[in-house]
C-alpha cells in the first residue's frame, strides 16, 4: 500500500506533463528477429495512457546474464551492451533507465542457467548465463517529464522472451493517466489464437448440451 501511494503521488507530479489524456491500453505484438535462438518466441508489450506502475512481474521467460556470473541483472537495454543477440533472447525494459523515477523497490530477475534441451544454444551459450528465470516484482515506477509525454501517446514497455509452447502472464499494477487510478494487469502471452479460442468456446457449448439433456 505504501509504494502505491509513492506512486500516485508521482503520478500526480507528473502527469501534468502531458497534454494527452488517453485512457490507459496494453497490447503485445510478436516480434521476428534472426538473432533469436530456435527453440524461443519473443513478444513487445505496447501501452498507451499510462505513465506509472508498480509491481511488473513474469515467471518463466528467458534471460541471459551478460557480466559472466556477476550478480548484475540485464534490466535495461544498456545492461546488454548493444549485442544484438543479447539483446534478441532477453527480457528486460525496453527504456533506458534514466527515463523514469523508482518511488519504491528496485528490479531484479534471476536465471538459473537452465536452458531445456529444446532451445538451440548454438547462438547464445558464448553469452555465458542464460535460462529460464524471473523478472520485476515490488517496484513502483513513473516517467520522467519527457518520457512521460511519449509514454501517454505511445510507449514499447518491454520485451519478453518465452519458450516455445509456453504460456507467461505479465502481472502487476498500471496507473491510467486519464482517472489516476489502479488498473490491475494480468495479460496472458502469448495471447490464445481465435481459432483455440473458437474449439474452447464450442466445447463449452457442447458440455451445455449435455447438461442441458441431463
Known amino acids: 500500500m505504501k509504494s502505491l501511494k509513492i506512486i500516485l503521488a508521482l503520478v ?20 521476428f528477429d534472426a538473432n533469436l535462438a530456435a527453440g524461443l518466441r519473443s513478444f513487445t508489450i505496447h501501452t498507451t495512457g499510462a505513465v506509472a506502475f508498480q509491481d511488473l512481474a513474469l515467471s518463466g521467460v528467458h534471460q541471459l546474464n551478460m557480466d559472466f556470473g556477476t ?28 527515463d523514469i523515477l523508482i518511488g519504491a523497490g528496485a528490479f531484479t530477475e534471476t536465471n538459473i542457467n537452465n536452458n531445456p534441451a529444446s532451445i ?32 501517454l501517446a505511445g510507449l514499447d ?10 504460456t507467461v502472464f505479465l502481472t502487476g499494477i498500471a496507473i491510467d493517466n486519464a482517472t489516476e487510478t489502479p488498473v490491475a494487469l494480468n ?16 466445447g463449452s457449448l457442447c458440455l451445455l448440451a449435455v447438461r442441458s439433456r441431463k
Do not use: C, R, W
Open 12 to 31: 500526480l507530479v507528473l502527469g501534468m506533463t502531458g497534454t494527452s489524456f488517453a485512457t490507459f491500453t496494453i497490447g503485445l505484438t510478436e516480434t
Open 71 to 98: 550478480i548484475t541483472p540485464s534490466i535495461y537495454p544498456a545492461d546488454l551492451f548493444g549485442n544484438p543477440i543479447s539483446l534478441a533472447n532477453d527480457t528486460h525494459l525496453l527504456f533506458p533507465s534514466t
Open 120 to 151: 538451440n544454444m548454438a547462438l547464445i551459450a558464448p553469452l555465458n548465463e542464460a535460462g529460464i528465470g524471473t523478472f520485476g516484482g515490488g517496484t513502483a515506477f513513473a516517467f520522467k517529464a519527457e518520457a512521460a509525454t511519449a509514454a
Open 157 to 166: 514497455l518491454m520485451q519478453i522472451v518465452i519458450q516455445t509452447g509456453s
Open 187 to 202: 495479460l496472458q502471452i502469448p495471447v490464445p489464437e481465435p481459432s483455440t479460442i473458437l474449439m474452447l468456446l464450442a
